[in-house]
């Protein structure tokens, strides 16, 4: 496999927050990963794991204390926030509460157009465009006009991957974001973000804390713990022969019962 | 419901209605739902966020804001006793005494500004008897059962000091230290992760197979209550739409709504592949569908279910489903 291959390298980083009182804490520590074009990467751990830390690293909103992060190649790491400007339209997130996410006093279509905006889109374009990915997540144009608080979560997850999406990002940090949905509706935005990642060969880095969500969508995931990537590989492998005791209580945890439904005949 | 069962069951909510007046018109939270509780056993409720479970428990407890809602009909028996009929000071000798009630973020339900410790003490003292030297003991005693590590350290620190798990083991034990008959938990371990919650579980588990004590189990995720209940009710739009056996609710569930919901979450095997997903989303329960609730999403829906709204089919002894499909089993 080429080095070209991986949209994203993440190689050997670290964070470590330093408190008031010159107390340190390692959120990430020597973290490694790979993630290749259009697949979507999976990162499983408990809550306070350095998940989200190390997501935010590579979205360039924190900075790591060492080790590098390449997009396509490039470092972003230690770079200026200028010439991170032009890779900021490829990387996007969303992330778990979607209410909280959206900014409560703006209509949908003003928050989506906030990308496009800051990206010089015109106003002709914008308003278009808006149509176009609302209609993506299966959401109407009108829906434009309304507010956050008149949508429920799962819709307002759906705003939120339309305003990830607006312009056309080749990456994306999903994190937790279908922790927060009940079960009916964690199962529709799962299949929106695969569809949308097979039509637009979209690559995926996703975080959760559930690790069947996790295995479900993932081509390759890791389990982190306490900041340290534990083991990492194919989705398949990870499950089936885990190595460490973390990653085989996390899947003790996960009720597997066999399916045997039908409406009807076994009334 | 015939006579017989669950007229000696520890409770009964029977044809239970909660509704919420709004400036907009009646929110029938909770609407015609009913379950029991027998001694010593574990009831799972199972549903999505607006299906009514928090509210048929807060209705049990009589603590719905008067100002906001209140309950129009039905029955709620303990012990046999219509909790509808007491008085408020008889209410307060019910609650945490004789069924006591955990919820869903610890840090909202412990008093931040109070040591732990003194919350135990203070919670000790107004079920039993004791000193506050007792209370303390008592307190610690009961930690160190909950597998609480180095709870003399623990009682000295307040809420935000310690973390979700902690917090959730020291709600546990405000519930406990009035031995109570009933335990209500309110999604107990939605807000902690998967290894925590399963710790929390078990130790619910222990206790309740210690004790005795009856359980009462709220939760949004099937897979969670399954570890734990013998029974699981299945809550739609405010009404119970299935009741069985938790191994046949997982095996084989019968109503369209707890199929979609077993299908819809993945598990380990699921790999590649869509998910079935249930259609749309839960009616606006300001204006609910005049016949079976779930109708319009419902893969399964004929004309008869949008006119009408199925009554409880009883399959058999233990299982009850809301579903014109079951026709063939006996109306209640």
Redesign the interface.
Known sequence: MSEDSFLLQVMDVSKEFRGHKGGQFVAVKNASLQIQQGQTFGLVG??GGGKTTLGLMIMGLVRPTSGEIRYRGQSITGVSEKALRPLRREIQMVSQNPLEALNPVKTVGQSIALPLINFGFSRLHRRSRVAEVLDLVGLKSADADRYPHEF????AQRICIARALAIEPRFVFLDEPVSSL???????V??LL?DLQEEFGLTYLFVA?????V???SDRMAVMQRGTILESGA??DV?SNPQSDYTK????????????????E?? | MPEGRGDGALLKVDNLHTHFFLPNGVLKAVDGMSLEVERGEVVAVVG??GSGKSVTALSILRLIPRHQGRIVDGRLLFKGHDLMKKSNREMQEIRGKQIAMIFQNPYAALNPVIRLGDQLIETARKHRAVTKSEGLELSLELLTHLDLEDPERIVRLRPFQVS?GINQRIMLALALIGEPQLLIADEATTML??????EILELIDRVQRETGMAVLLIS????VV??VSDRVVVMYMGQRVEQAPTGEI?????H?YT?????????????GK?????QG??PDPQNLPQGCRFAPRCP?AMERCIQSSPPDFR?DDNTL?KCW??E??SPT
Do not use: Y
Not at chain 2, 193 to 198: A, M, R, Y
Not at chain 2, 274 to 278: A, F, K
């Open positions: 408990q809550s429920s979560g799962g819709q009940d079960v009916s509706i964690q199962a529709q799962l299949n695969m804390h559930d690790i069947s969500v295995s479900f969508i989705t398949r499950i209580d996390l899947l003790a945890s996960v009720v597997n019962v066999p399916r045997k439904t039908s409406a009807r076994s009334g | 999505e966020s979700g992760d998967s290894l925590t919650q399963v949004h995720d099937l897979g399954a570890q997982l095996t084989s569930p019968k369209p199929i979609g919901l077993r299908e819809s979450a993945p598990d380990l095997e699921t790999k869509r998910l079935p997903q249930i989303s839960p399964h399959l489903v499909l079951f063939t089993g």
